[in-house]
């Protein structure tokens, strides 16, 4: 508890509502980082997921392409399942990521690599943030608990319970 005190008088909080808007204002900087990394993350999945079907497609499409001339063949078919089956996946992840024009795998590249930059630089702030975030909730928690604040806000609990 006198940690709090020092705390309080260190960072220069006047009175309860400034540590709380302070503790809310690293909440919400902690959540919208998380947020952008998880952003991130998730579009280099699809970066990723994009550019092994390119690859796959450009790899296939002269089989597919043979296989279009033998009509379709059952023979070809056999001879040629893997290749085919690959191609057909890169087609249909083509259409479900919407694409009407594939991008070169050179920009996927250059996308990939801006965005882990950023997602690198996020994750430095976040942790800077996530530590500032829990030593202002505790400290808050502890201002609270010395000015009876929970106590009053459980009465009032029980009041509301007791009411319904």
Do not use: C, W
Request: glycine letters at 4%.
């Amino acid at each position: 508890m006198a940690k709090t005190f020092v705390y309080l008088e260190e960072q220069g909080f006047a009175d309860f509502a400034a540590l709380s808007n302070a503790a809310a204002s690293a909440e919400a900087r902690f959540s919208d980082l998380k947020a952008s990394i998880k952003t991130a993350e998730t579009r280099m999945s699809e970066i990723q997921t994009l550019r092994m079907h390119i690859i796959n497609y450009s790899k296939t499409r002269e089989v597919y392409a043979g296989y279009r001339k033998a009509g379709y063949s059952k023979k070809y078919l056999a001879e040629h399942e893997s290749d085919i089956i690959l191609h057909k996946a890169a087609k249909k992840a083509f259409d479900d990521f919407g694409l009407k024009k594939l991008p070169t795998v050179k920009s996927l590249n250059e996308e990939f690599a801006r965005l882990l930059t950023e997602k690198k630089a996020a994750y430095a702030d976040y942790h800077k943030t996530q530590e500032q975030m829990r030593e202002l909730l505790i400290h808050k928690a502890n201002a609270a608990y010395l000015l009876g604040l929970e106590e009053r806000k459980q009465q009032i609990a029980e009041r509301q319970r007791e009411e319904k």
